[in-house]
């Protein structure tokens, strides 16, 4: 399996990482078994493999955070977990979506998630949204809605 190493210099929470390529396309063999989600692949000792904190799997398609490195006789294990946001970027951004920003809008579309970091600031903006003739709310059909408190 084809594997690109990269050091990863962006927050998690980034959908676009700002990543820097680090060494040529190598070589990676998977510890079986293993998932998708969380592979543990060897790598040849290189001289520049500890700077790596990302990784592109080419047979999987996807991008990983490297870990933790495991160091055994003459091989270098990565233990990685995907990246889903970078992995899936493109479909991500290429949703439409409906967004509503407002410090007034606590409905109980309102979620609080301790993983987000939020800052609340005083300028606050609310757009009313104008419908296309065939991008309309309908009530016998499900519906994503959006809602997001604060700047991340």
Request: proline letters at 3%.
């Amino acid at each position: 399996m084809e594997g690109i190493l990269y050091f990863n210099k962006s927050d998690k929470r980034y959908l676009k990482k700002d990543i820097q390529q680090i060494g040529n396309t190598l070589n990676v063999t998977l510890i079986e078994p293993t998932t998708v989600i969380d592979p543990d692949i060897i790598l040849a000792p290189g001289t520049r493999i500890m700077e790596a904190n990302y990784i592109w799997l080419k047979d999987f398609n996807r991008y990983y955070y490297i870990n933790n490195y495991t160091f055994e006789y003459e091989r270098i294990i990565a233990h990685c977990h995907v990246d889903v946001l970078m992995s899936h970027g493109k479909e991500l951004g290429d949703e439409i979506i409906i967004m509503d920003r407002s410090d007034k809008n606590r409905s109980s579309f309102y979620l609080n998630d301790p993983e987000l970091r939020m800052y609340n600031y005083s300028l606050f903006e609310t757009k009313k949204f104008k419908p296309k003739s065939n991008l309309q709310f309908n009530e016998n059909t499900e519906q994503l809605v959006m809602v997001c408190s604060g700047t991340v």
